[in-house]
């Protein structure tokens, strides 16, 4: 059974970034980190390909401003074109 998973989408913009949309940890494992786990692993990898994150998940959100060393806060300029493509694609 999977545990949990972030919906994101890729950014259409220049430079691209990815935009962690909802992060989902199914009921059964809540309160066990996993959520933290997975926020963790998508801003690493992030860093690694050299791509940054919008973070519009409220979750997601708050994990970046508690870890500003490993969630390097994005570009204004990123976060308006993400609520943008977000909100002209309300199925993400």
Same mark, same amino acid.
């Given at each position: 059974?999977? !545990?949990?998973?972030?919906?994101?989408?890729?950014?259409?913009?220049?430079?691209?970034?990815? @935009?962690?949309?909802?992060?989902?940890?199914?009921?059964?494992?809540? +309160?066990?980190?996993?959520?933290?786990?997975?926020?963790?692993?998508?801003?690493?990898?992030?860093?690694?390909? +050299? @791509?940054? @994150?919008?973070? $519009?998940?409220?979750?997601?959100v708050g994990w970046a401003q508690r870890?500003?060393?490993?969630? &390097?806060?994005?570009?204004? !300029?990123?976060?308006?074109? !993400?609520?943008?493509?977000?909100?002209?694609? &309300?199925? $993400?």
């Amino acid at each position: 059974m999977l !545990a949990g998973h972030i919906a994101y989408f890729t950014l259409d913009f220049d430079p691209a970034a990815l @935009v962690a949309v909802h992060t989902i940890v199914e009921p059964a494992y809540e +309160g066990r980190g996993i959520g933290s786990a997975l926020v963790r692993e998508f801003f690493a990898t992030a860093a690694r390909e +050299g @791509v940054p @994150v919008v973070p $519009l998940c409220p979750f997601a959100v708050g994990w970046a401003q508690r870890h500003r060393e490993e969630a &390097p806060a994005p570009y204004a !300029a990123l976060v308006v074109e !993400a609520e943008r493509q977000a909100k002209d694609h &309300p199925g $993400l």
